[in-house]
């Protein structure tokens, strides 16, 4: 009797793992307008072109799975994700400690995935010809509360005596707060009267169509707008040469301070759906491709690997944070690793 029923779960077994390969041995095509469904994406402007990049292939691939992606900035992304109402959040920073609690408080358990890296640019309008270089002390004396450029002849007096028209990503914004810790001291503020927007294509018109104007954004939206845009050099600290953000001096850490990963937080109860395991794995799988793709820089391989291991094991979290809720600092390569990881619950 024993042996007849061991042989019926067997039987029972092989007809399964029979029927599961079936459907994988089943053309592509069917497979794929098999999958329907619907993936929320919410978040970072500066994210926004590489994950549209990804959403518009899988599109191609799976037409029945419907990916939204909505762009109301870094925090704008992150106040939804944390309360379980997006699948992914799109972030040009890691989460903050105030973020990460809500999170545990709502149950929200996640996967932190580098799927870039940007080289935070500073563009002027192309009749800028008198701006070759900045340093970051000129930056803060620009965009600092109290800082002391309001004319360009006040960084230069053989500069123009025009007033600086400024333009900043608001304050939903990874890109803000990422220049403000970068450029602005502890504890100080920006000037009130900048010209914000959480969307860098409305921050691309208003530099355009200024001679005057000076702003900042994700290299992507540079790259795109060449044209219309100059990127300045920023002096880096560390070597005193002024540097582009162009992909290659991103990658050797030539573009200090301004060079960043970028992120996707992906929700693990989300992530039990076919659709969104499916996209995000699509995603992971062809991420160096959309980064470059829209003129951002793709992680090295080693930091891919990482993240694919993540989701492959299930370890979930941020590496950005310690126990102590305080802020890890140094490189990705650094950061991101396994022993770092702190988890919601």
Same mark, same amino acid.
């Given at each position: ?12 077994? &092989?007809? *399964? /793992?029979?029927?599961?390969?079936? @459907?994988?041995?089943? $053309? ?6 098999? #999958? =329907? ?75 932190? &995935?580098? *799927? /870039?890296?940007?080289?935070?640019? @500073?563009?002027?309008? $192309? ?6 270089? #900045? =340093? ?210």
């Amino acid at each position: 009797m024993k042996t007849m029923t061991k042989m019926k779960v067997t039987l029972l077994a &092989l007809a *399964v /793992a029979a029927a599961f390969a079936a @459907v994988w041995a089943a $053309p592509a095509g069917a497979r794929s307008s098999a #999958l =329907s469904g619907k993936v929320v994406v919410d978040g970072s402007s500066t994210v926004y072109p590489v994950t549209e990049a990804a959403a518009a292939a899988f599109r191609d691939d799976f037409p029945n799975v419907n990916v939204t992606v909505a762009i109301s900035g870094t925090g704008g992304g992150f106040k939804r994700f944390v309360r379980g109402d997006t699948d992914i959040s799109d972030a040009s920073r890691p989460i903050t400690a105030k973020e990460f609690q809500a999170a545990a408080q709502n149950g929200v358990r996640f996967f932190e &995935l580098p *799927v /870039a890296m940007d080289g935070l640019s @500073v563009v002027v309008n $192309p009749k800028n010809d008198w701006a070759d270089e #900045l =340093s970051i002390q000129d930056l803060r004396a620009i965009y600092l509360e109290d800082g002391t450029a309001r004319k360009w002849s006040d960084l230069d007096p053989a500069w123009p005596d025009e007033p600086i028209k400024v333009y900043s990503p608001g304050t939903d914004s990874g890109t803000f707060d990422y220049f403000r810790e970068v450029i602005l001291p502890e504890g100080k503020s920006f000037r009130p009267d900048m010209s914000t927007s959480e969307d860098d294509n409305v921050l691309v018109t208003g530099v355009s169509g200024d001679r005057y104007a000076i702003g900042y954004f994700g290299a992507a939206y540079y790259y795109e707008n060449k044209t219309r845009l100059t990127a300045v050099p920023v002096v880096n600290p560390k070597t005193g040469k002024a540097v582009l953000p162009e992909p290659e001096n991103v990658v050797n850490g030539d573009y200090f301070p301004l060079s960043r990963p970028l992120f996707i937080y992906v929700n693990f109860n989300s992530l039990r759906r076919p659709e969104v395991r499916e996209f995000v794995n699509f995603y992971l799988a062809h991420d160096d491709r959309f980064a470059t793709e829209v003129g951002y820089v793709a992680v090295p391989d080693e930091i891919g690997s990482r993240a694919e291991s993540f989701l492959k094991q299930r370890l979930k979290g941020t590496t950005y944070m310690t126990p102590e809720m305080e802020k890890r600092e140094g490189g990705l390569n650094a950061i991101y690793k396994k022993e770092n990881l702190l988890d919601t619950q």
